[in-house]
């Protein structure tokens, strides 16, 4: 493979990981949609786009490992390809998040509304928040950026402590709320799964950036 294809597998990988990112966005913000607005139609939406996550998953990490056996990359492309089969699996993990909210949600509207004493809209934009700037640190190949996003993290595991501890006084003072309740702690839970998602990314633009493994380290989450 000449230098110039392979630049252009590189810019096809990038592109198609956008894609993938783009579409794991939009079902974490549709299931959280479907929360706020409590309708179902929304959580169809999110079940339907998890078959177009899981191809194009594919699709990425097939380019990729094409790109490692055809040409035997320098350094910083090497821990770019990397990067970017480390990230595909993270944002796959988002859209599976959003999967799982998505039904936890259609679980909840079969049971009467009730007003939760916890911003699970607040949490989720600052997970997709997280998403984002992870995203644009790779995009604008910036690990300061990619920092500001592990500094982030603290916030989110916040709040999901705070939810399980409200939450469970809630159950213990209301029993009747046990099952709206755990739905929102699930619920919780999985958005703090989408940050550490988006952490990881994070970690990886980093690493590919400057060759520094943070993981572990004492921004992470």
């Not at 040409?71 to 990230?87: G, N, S, T, W």
């Not at 997280?130 to 500094?151: G, S």
């Not at 809630?170 to 029993?175: C, F, G, H, Y």
Request: charged letters at 30%; glycine letters at 4%.
């Amino acid at each position: 493979m000449s230098r110039i294809r392979f630049q252009q597998g590189l810019d096809d990988l990038k592109h198609k990981m956008l894609v993938m990112a783009g579409l794991a966005e939009q079902a974490l913000q549709l299931a959280m949609r479907a929360y706020r607005e409590r309708d179902p139609q929304f959580c169809r939406e999110v079940f339907d786009r998890e078959s177009e996550i899981n191809s194009i998953e594919r699709e990425v990490d097939h380019l990729a490992l094409d790109l490692l056996a055809m040409q035997q990359p320098m350094a910083v492309d090497l821990r770019f390809i990397v990067a970017v089969i480390k990230i595909n699996t993270d944002l796959e993990r988002v859209g599976d998040q959003a999967v799982n909210i998505a039904e936890r949600v259609r679980e909840m509207l079969e049971r009467p509304m009730m007003d939760m004493p916890v911003d699970l809209p607040e949490m989720a934009g600052i997970a997709a928040q997280m998403v984002r700037e992870a995203l644009d640190a790779f995009i604008h190949a910036d690990p300061k950026r990619a920092d500001q996003v592990l500094t982030m993290d603290d916030t989110v595991d916040r709040m999901n402590r705070e939810a399980q501890l409200v939450l469970g006084r809630l159950v213990q003072a209301n029993p009747q709320a046990a099952r709206q309740c755990i739905d929102a702690l699930i619920i919780s839970r999985n958005l703090e799964r989408v940050a550490d998602h988006a952490t990881n990314i994070a970690e990886d633009v980093i690493f590919w950036t400057s060759g520094t493994d943070v993981r572990h380290g004492q921004h992470a989450g």
